[in-house]
């Protein structure tokens, strides 16, 4: 998301003190599911919330650290409108659990889908995904900085950038970073899924991409792509190489390229709305066992992820304002159902 | 000749008891799905990936791609004996094979359709043992407008296609297109034609349709017929696969054509759908039998086939290469070799060879098991027709409403079904044709996305289809397809005037 003044040590700090909260024994009685919970998934299958989902799936049943069956399954009608109205008619089963990823925010400000985050109980955020500015590495830019002088000194539109979905996250990091060149616009062209993306980029069908770190690792270490900046606020914490040269810390963040935009995506977990409080409490406890292993770990390594673990009233408060910035970022671009 | 190192490097992995028993279960249970309608391959190997976490990447691999290979297998047995297509890709393959099991003959087309199904899997194979890194870079060459370009190839090489008239062609065509536009337009990212309707966010799913158009409607026929299949008479003779297979030889050509068509489209990524319907539009444009397609010609069984399994099974390609899933059931492959720790792109078969070469092997091996177990299954499988219709099709009925009901987990898509059970009856009587129907639905979406895309890089210009030579050719190739059956009548009635003046 994009952040405007809390520094990130902050969070972190707010973040620990949430968990130490939670860990305390807080509530007198403890629950259990009693039948197999069901974790919806508001996307298609193989792109990123899917592939989490499916993992954390996978390290639940490894582990055994539930009694009862996670069942998985993909609801991703209306930019996952499906997946997320579902959660709402079944306000009453706490045995739903849901994965979101910024169409949270986006497919109702974008479409009008009338559901809201408020319709669900928060459990925890989980991860942040990161977003990487990715050209060609055939293309003459080495440096955020070619990059966009080269798209300011060009005709309007006459960059392409490819993205996943319409009005979604790609898209919003796109609008966010014209308002960064000087007038001239990206000719943004929309995707099915983030693999396709990066192997258009690749094929030089578009000129520059926003994929998301795992989406495009695999053509980075190919050395057909080439990372210019990251969209957060600080470097990656992970130091271990990717390529021969270069480790995600490497890429400078795009604040320091000069092009100040940041965004994350929420890689976070919800429950039904009226979910009592020892509800919400087991699957947090849940998924802080899942985000024990080495497994998850790993995981987040792969893919680049910022980990910041959230629950509580921390998690609401983060989840009001980046509503609030996505709101404001989509009426600055335009993609409002409304306007 | 590395290549053939490695090669025999995989077999000496998957040759393993271990490994050829995990071929066995993961066929028996690929089968399965694949005759449930719904319950698809993607499915399949979806509820199974958490279980193979725990195993070598190797092993879990070979388990789901032999789930895969069942799934492609078992699609054909409920389209040959009910009309009721398990899996998209068999649709094509009801066209002929239905009328096959109703004269009598649903042995040898379920022969036809298993050996087809081997022949263009092993054709895809070798394509990726030998051809990989070469293929890989020809699929970078495919933007939005040469995506469109094979797109439209499809849709042309099937008009003209159906007897009766071309105007009912293009009728059952765009009420397939409107029914695709429903649910969200990826390009602008807003709700289409949903009238406030919470159950048409996702549009109308092709698998529902499908059953609904095919089975349901192929009951309600069958009703009116007097309460029995055609067919339920045949024979059950032991000797069907030599029979059948005595018949294949002559239709070398029709193979060929349709690995080609397969392989195309597996790794353009088309996917196993289209390559199927272009599969059997194709041979039925160029076989000289072409004009007896549809009335249970078994070179009409043999074209999509092939065509389905030369594409799901080069539809690995990509996902291997470029991490670019070919199919639905690739993408979630794709989501395995992650948590596998995986990583699907151009440096796998570098830095992965046991796994790459062992999983190519079990290509190869899962294919030949495969067939072996189908095979011997057929008279098993054609036994079926000689249950009485008044147990047999309630229990299609009941099959296809679960079918329809796993799709999204929900009554609405049975409902659907239903409905869309009474238009395939309707469009029968009115002898409408559905295959235009099915392949717009199937393929309508896609093919707009990337007209749009097209449009978008290109500003509006239509000329960016014929920018390149590649998307030029194909696109030239799809209008001449298109207009094949106007330019014979043009020339026939041309050279007629010409023996008129000569006569005169």
């Given at each position: 998301m994009i952040r405007t003044g809390v520094s990130k040590t902050k969070t972190i700090a707010a973040a620990l003190a949430a968990s130490a909260c939670l860990?305390?024994?807080?509530?007198?009685?403890?629950?259990?599911?009693?039948?197999?919970?069901?974790?919806?998934?508001?996307?298609?299958t193989g792109g990123g919330a899917d592939q989490m989902a499916r993992f954390i799936q996978g390290v639940v049943q490894k582990h055994n650290l539930m009694k009862q069956p996670?069942?998985?399954?993909?609801?991703?009608?209306?930019?996952?409108?499906?997946?997320?109205?579902?959660?709402?008619?079944?306000?009453?089963?706490?045995?739903?659990?849901?994965?979101?990823?910024?169409?949270?925010?986006?497919?109702?400000?974008g479409t009008g889908s009338p559901f809201n985050w408020k319709d669900m109980q928060p459990v925890a955020m989980l991860a942040l995904d990161q977003f990487v500015l990715w050209t060609n590495s055939e293309k003459p830019y080495k440096t955020t900085k070619d990059y966009i002088e080269a798209v300011k000194a060009g005709d309007d539109r006459a960059f392409k950038m490819g993205g996943t979905g319409s009005k979604q996250e790609d898209q919003i990091v796109t609008a966010a970073i014209e308002q960064q060149t000087g007038g001239k616009k990206f000719t943004y062209v929309p995707y099915a899924g983030g693999g396709q993306v990066a192997v258009q980029l690749v094929?030089?069908?578009?000129?520059?991409?926003?994929?998301?770190?795992?989406?495009?690792?695999?053509?980075?270490?190919?050395?057909?792509?080439?990372?210019?900046?990251?969209?957060?606020?600080?470097?990656?914490?992970?130091?271990?190489?990717?390529?021969?040269?270069?480790?995600?810390?490497?890429?400078?963040?795009?604040?320091?390229?000069?092009?100040?935009?940041?965004?994350?995506?929420?890689?976070?977990?919800?429950?039904?709305?009226?979910?009592?409080?020892?509800?919400?409490?087991?699957?947090?406890?849940?998924?802080?066992?899942?985000?024990?292993?080495?497994?998850?770990?790993?995981?987040?390594?792969?893919?680049?992820?910022?980990?910041?673990?959230?629950?509580?009233?921390?998690?609401?408060?983060?989840?009001?304002?980046?509503?609030?910035?996505?709101?404001?970022?989509?009426?600055?671009?335009?993609?409002?159902?409304?306007? | 000749m590395d290549e053939l190192n490695a090669l025999f490097g995989g077999f000496a992995v998957a040759l393993s008891g271990y490994h050829l028993m995990f071929m066995v279960i993961g066929i028996t249970l690929g089968v399965i799905i694949g005759v449930l309608p719904g319950l698809g391959g993607a499915n399949g190997v979806a509820i199974l990936l958490p279980l193979t976490f725990s195993m070598p990447p190797t092993s879990a691999i070979i388990l789901l791609t032999s789930i895969y290979w069942g799934a492609l297998f078992g699609g054909?047995?409920?389209?040959?004996?009910?009309?009721?297509?398990?899996?998209?890709?068999?649709?094509a393959t009801t066209f002929d094979g239905h009328p096959m099991a109703q004269n009598g003959k649903a042995d040898e087309a379920l022969v036809g359709a298993f050996t087809a199904s081997f022949v263009g899997a092993i054709f895809a194979v070798c394509l990726i043992t030998f051809l990989a890194p070469v293929v890989a870079k020809f699929a970078l060459k495919f933007g939005?407008?040469?995506?469109?370009?094979?797109?439209?190839?499809?849709?042309?090489?099937?008009?003209?296609?159906?007897?009766?008239?071309?105007?009912?062609?293009?009728?059952?065509?765009?009420?397939?297109?409107?029914?695709?536009?429903?649910?969200?337009?990826?390009?602008?990212?807003?709700l289409r034609m949903t009238f406030g309707q919470d159950e048409l966010l996702n549009g109308f799913k092709f698998l529902v349709a499908v059953i609904g158009l095919f089975?349901?409607?192929?009951?309600?026929?069958?009703?009116?017929?007097?309460?029995?299949?055609?067919?339920?008479?045949?024979?059950?003779?032991?000797?069907?696969?030599?029979?059948?297979?005595?018949?294949?030889?002559?239709?070398?050509a029709t193979f060929l054509r349709s690995c080609i068509v397969g392989?195309?489209?597996?790794?353009?990524?088309?996917?196993?759908?289209?390559?199927?319907?272009?599969?059997?539009?194709?041979?039925?444009?160029?076989?000289?039998?072409?004009?007896?397609?549809?009335?249970?010609?078994?070179?009409?069984?043999?074209?999509?086939?092939?065509?389905?399994?030369?594409?799901?099974?080069s539809a690995l390609l990509p996902m291997l290469t470029l991490g670019i899933p070919g199919s639905p059931t690739a993408a979630v492959l794709l989501g395995g070799l992650l948590i596998w720790g995986l990583q699907p792109g151009p440096l796998l078969f570098v830095e992965q060879k046991d796994f790459v070469w062992g999983l190519i092997a079990s290509m190869y091996l899962g294919n030949v098991v495969g067939l072996v177990m189908v095979l011997t299954c057929v008279p098993l499988f054609a036994a079926i027709l000689r249950v009485p219709f008044s147990i047999i099709a309630p229990a299609i009925v009941f099959v296809c409403a679960i079918g329809a009901y796993t799709v999204n987990n929900t009554m609405f898509d049975v409902w659907m079904m239903l409905v869309f059970g009474v238009m395939g009856y309707l469009f029968n009587k009115l002898r409408y044709p559905l295959p235009p129907l099915v392949l717009a639905l199937v393929l309508g979406d896609q093919a707009e996305s990337s007209f749009r895309q097209a449009m978008l890089v290109s500003q509006g210009s239509v000329g960016?289809?014929?920018?390149?030579?590649?998307?030029?050719?194909?696109?030239?190739?799809?209008?001449?397809?298109?207009?094949?059956?106007?330019?014979?009548?043009?020339r026939a009635k041309l050279s007629g005037n010409a023996a008129i003046a000569r006569a005169a």
């Open positions: 860990t305390s024994p807080a509530w007198a009685q403890r629950w259990e599911p009693t039948k197999p919970v069901t974790l919806v998934i508001p996307a298609g996670l069942i998985v399954i993909n609801k991703a009608g209306g930019a996952g409108a499906e997946g997320f109205l579902e959660m709402k008619a079944s306000a009453g089963d706490p045995h739903k659990i849901t994965i979101t990823l910024s169409n949270l925010f986006t497919t109702p400000l094929g030089n069908h578009v000129d520059s991409t926003v994929n998301n770190p795992i989406e495009a690792v695999a053509q980075w270490r190919a050395g057909q792509l080439r990372p210019l900046c990251i969209f957060d606020a600080q470097r990656s914490t992970y130091t271990a190489k990717v390529t021969e040269k270069e480790a995600w810390s490497d890429i400078p963040t795009c604040k320091e390229a000069g092009l100040p935009v940041e965004y994350q995506m929420l890689r976070g977990i919800f429950t039904t709305k009226n979910a009592k409080p020892e509800q919400v409490a087991f699957y947090v406890d849940l998924l802080k066992k899942v985000m024990a292993t080495p497994d998850w770990k790993e995981f987040m390594e792969k893919g680049a992820f910022n980990q910041t673990f959230m629950s509580g009233p921390d998690f609401e408060k983060w989840l009001t304002s980046a509503e609030a910035q996505h709101a404001d970022l989509m009426k600055k671009a335009g993609f409002l159902a409304t306007q | 054909a047995i409920t389209s040959i004996l009910f009309n009721i297509p398990g899996e998209p890709w068999s649709v939005p407008a040469e995506f469109f370009a094979v797109q439209f190839l499809t849709f042309a090489s099937f008009i003209g296609m159906g007897r009766g008239s071309p105007f009912k062609t293009i009728a059952s065509m765009c009420l397939g297109f409107a029914l695709a536009s429903v649910g969200l337009d990826g390009v602008t990212g807003t089975g349901i409607g192929e009951i309600l026929c069958s009703m009116e017929d007097g309460l029995k299949f055609n067919g339920a008479a045949a024979k059950l003779r032991m000797d069907a696969v030599i029979r059948t297979w005595r018949q294949l030889p002559r239709m070398w392989c195309w489209m597996g790794i353009t990524p088309g996917g196993a759908t289209p390559a199927s319907f272009m599969g059997y539009g194709i041979a039925k444009r160029l076989s000289k039998r072409g004009d007896n397609f549809g009335k249970g010609e078994l070179e009409g069984v043999v074209a999509p086939e092939t065509a389905a399994h030369a594409a799901g099974t960016v289809f014929w920018s390149n030579w590649l998307c030029g050719s194909i696109m030239t190739l799809g209008l001449v397809m298109a207009f094949w059956p106007a330019l014979q009548a043009l």
